[in-house]
């Protein structure tokens, strides 16, 4: 995947304003902001579309800089050509239309008018690759642009570089029977919330140490070609949300969430256990 320097990321973002929605005093940010890190392997697996009940918020028609959008009631049929853009740092950890935590490592997006949640499939017309996302917030408001994606769905897609992209947009039809192992994999799926990481486990003993003892009990490491890594959990997708903010809060806002390998979910790494 076609990738030049952190620099040419980061100047990107100087064509891509907002995206969700204006800058308003909840967010600690006035401008997007590129992540520290890119997304791992794990991330960058497209969603699996499953059935879902239309969500209690963030369905009904609304206005926003003055201009009326009215949702769908279905996105049967949804097929669109237009902009991509992207968002990160800025909405990172912030409630989402529907009432979720925005994560910029989940295969997700913001669309002004899908039902949400809907799985769409987008595809690149720069380049043919393609990814499917769960639409889960409202945006990009902005006439030239018809999606915003996460950022591992817009790494994933390669246009960082360039912000925005040429994209088509098809709503994922769900009448089409999925296979149970997919259907399963979802409804099981468990995460991990990285606090740090270090090629010294003396010094992540050191920090597990100092967490507050809510947080050390569920403290575990996995080891990646030398590198060690400080986790909580595994715990579930709706539990992970509300850990991310707890030890973000707790002094440790360089935390994120990554999805935990199967083996990884069942046998934690006891490098750190008292």
């Not at 590198?227 to 909580?232: A, N, P, V, Y």
């Amino acid at each position: 995947m076609k990738w030049n320097s952190l620099f040419t990321f980061i100047l990107s973002l100087v064509l891509l304003s907002g995206c969700s929605s204006s800058p308003t005093g909840r967010y600690s940010q006035h401008t997007d902001s590129a992540p520290t890190r890119l997304p791992n392997e794990s991330e960058l697996r497209s969603a699996v579309p499953v059935h879902e009940p239309i969500s209690p918020q963030g369905n009904r028609d609304y206005r926003v800089l003055g201009n009326d959008y009215d949702v769908m009631e279905s996105a049967a049929g949804y097929v669109e050509e237009g902009f991509a853009s992207w968002y990160g740092n800025k909405f990172h950890g912030h409630l989402t239309s529907n009432g979720e935590y925005y994560d910029m490592y989940s295969m997700s997006a913001a669309h002004t008018r899908l039902p949400l949640p809907t799985y769409v499939k987008v595809t690149n017309l720069r380049n043919d690759h393609s990814v499917i996302v769960r639409v889960n917030d409202r945006g990009p408001f902005h006439p030239e642009r018809i999606i915003d994606l996460s950022f591992a769905a817009a790494y994933k897609l390669d246009m960082l570089d360039s912000g925005t992209a040429p994209v088509r947009v098809e709503a994922i039809n769900l009448n089409t029977p999925m296979r149970t192992e997919e259907t399963s994999n979802v409804h099981q799926a468990k995460y991990h919330i990285q606090v740090a990481a270090s090629s010294n486990i003396n010094r992540l003993s050191q920090l597990k140490h100092d967490l507050p003892p809510k947080f050390q009990k569920i403290a575990t490491t996995e080891q990646t070609h030398g590198l060690h890594k400080l986790m909580l959990g595994p715990v579930s997708e709706d539990e992970s949300h509300d850990l991310l903010e707890q030890i973000r809060s707790s002094g440790y806002p360089e935390a994120f969430r990554v999805k935990a390998a199967q083996s990884q979910a069942d046998t934690p790494d006891a490098e750190l256990q008292n």
